[in-house]
């Protein structure tokens, strides 16, 4: 996510704009992908796959996948109804801006892949 920040805030688009234009793309589809993107996608999760296994010894490459899928929600979730939370609460969440999101997403996510270490259920 970091070159995305990266490109929007050199750009005139808003970060909340930019990460609900993202979820969008991520959400309209239902869950499919072009046949062309599956590819990549099946790339790029091979990669983080081998990454996270290096990472977080213990895990099986199953464990590793599902907690990539849930990893992939919190984005989803957080790109598409970031300023919901915001809403909801009437502010009292704060309104950080998307660096501070991002950090937030990582250690959450992090917590998510050390929780239940090896079991198999």
Known sequence: MRPFLTAVKRSEMSEKLFFKLVGRCVADHGGDLPEVMMVEMKEVA???TEAMIRAVPGLS???VLWKLHYT???MAQTLLHGDLLHKLTGGECGDPDAETQFQQ???F???GFHAMEGDEK
């Open 46 to 48: 091979g990669a983080f």
């Open 61 to 63: 490459v199953g464990q």
């Open 72 to 74: 992939f929600g919190v």
């Open 105 to 107: 997403m990582i250690v």
């Open 109 to 111: 996510c992090e917590a």
